[in-house]
């Protein structure tokens, strides 16, 4: 079993920074993708970062050049590191991971609580 903690959220003025952590307990082995997903109430869940199963790394196109997702060297702590934030960057952002290749959400096993992000303009 897998268990994600995330924390890091915070509220931010727009063009400000914040780095989310989640730490993974448990059995790690193998675990393919891990990622980060953020989610406002009413809308669907998105896919914002994430890391492949062969350490490539994919970006939503709305985030590209301005986060950057990260973990550390034992893979226990996955980061994202926001800048240049906006107000729809308002958000629960949740931390993904899954034993197979694929990072689509349908495939990911373990997700944590989350963590909210609110930008203020």
């Known amino acids: 079993q897998v268990q994600l903690v995330e924390s890091g959220g915070g509220s931010v003025q727009a063009g400000g920074s914040l780095r989310l952590s989640c730490a993974v307990y448990g059995y790690t082995d193998n675990l393919s993708c891990m990622g980060w997903f953020r989610q406002v109430p009413g809308k669907e869940r998105e896919g914002v970062a994430a890391i492949e199963w062969d350490d490539s790394v994919s970006y939503a196109d709305s985030v590209k050049g301005r986060f950057t997702i990260s973990q550390d060297n034992t893979k226990t702590t996955l980061y994202l590191q926001m800048n240049s934030l906006r107000p729809e960057d308002t958000a629960m952002y949740y931390c993904?991971?899954?034993?197979?290749?694929?990072?689509?959400?349908?495939?990911?096993?373990?997700w944590g609580q989350g963590t909210q992000v609110t930008v203020s303009s």
């Open positions: 993904a991971a899954g034993r197979r290749r694929s990072c689509r959400p349908v495939f990911l096993d373990y």
